[in-house]
Nanobody
C-alpha cells in the first residue's frame, strides 16, 4: 500500500525556518500531485501548498512569499520550505498524494512556532 512518511517538524522561534519532507513509496510519484495541509488545534485541515506532476504550484495566501513547495521525482520526495515562521503557522502538517482515483495521507508532523 502507499506510504507517505513526513519528517522535519519541530519547535522553532518566530522568524525561524523549517523544512518538511515527505517520502512516498509504492506510488508512481512522477504523475502524482503532492500537497501539504495543516491543522491547527480546534480548526479544520487546510491546504498550505500543492505541486502538480508538471511542477506547477498552488500556495495559500497566508504563506505566500514565506513557504515554498518543491519535489524531487528521483527521490519520490516532496518538500515544504518554511521561512519567517509565525505563531499562527503552528499545527500538524500532513502530506497528501493524489493519484487518478485515489488520495492518501501521511501521519502528520507537528510544527510549533513559539518563543
Amino acid at each position: 500500500q502507499v506510504q507517505l512518511v513526513e519528517s522535519g517538524g519541530g519547535l522553532v522561534q518566530p522568524g525561524g525556518s523549517l523544512r518538511l519532507s515527505c517520502a512516498a513509496s509504492r506510488i508512481i510519484f512522477s504523475i502524482t500531485t503532492m500537497g501539504w495541509y495543516r491543522q491547527a488545534l480546534g480548526k479544520e485541515r487546510e491546504l498550505v501548498a500543492r505541486i502538480s506532476s508538471d511542477g506547477s504550484t498552488v500556495v495559500t495566501d497566508s504563506v505566500k512569499g514565506r513557504f515554498t513547495i518543491s519535489r524531487d521525482n528521483a527521490k519520490n520526495t516532496v518538500y515544504l520550505q518554511m521561512n519567517s515562521l509565525k505563531p499562527e503557522d503552528t499545527g500538524v502538517y500532513y502530506c497528501n498524494a493524489i493519484t487518478p482515483g485515489s488520495g492518501y495521507w501521511g501521519q502528520g508532523t507537528q510544527v510549533t512556532v513559539s518563543s
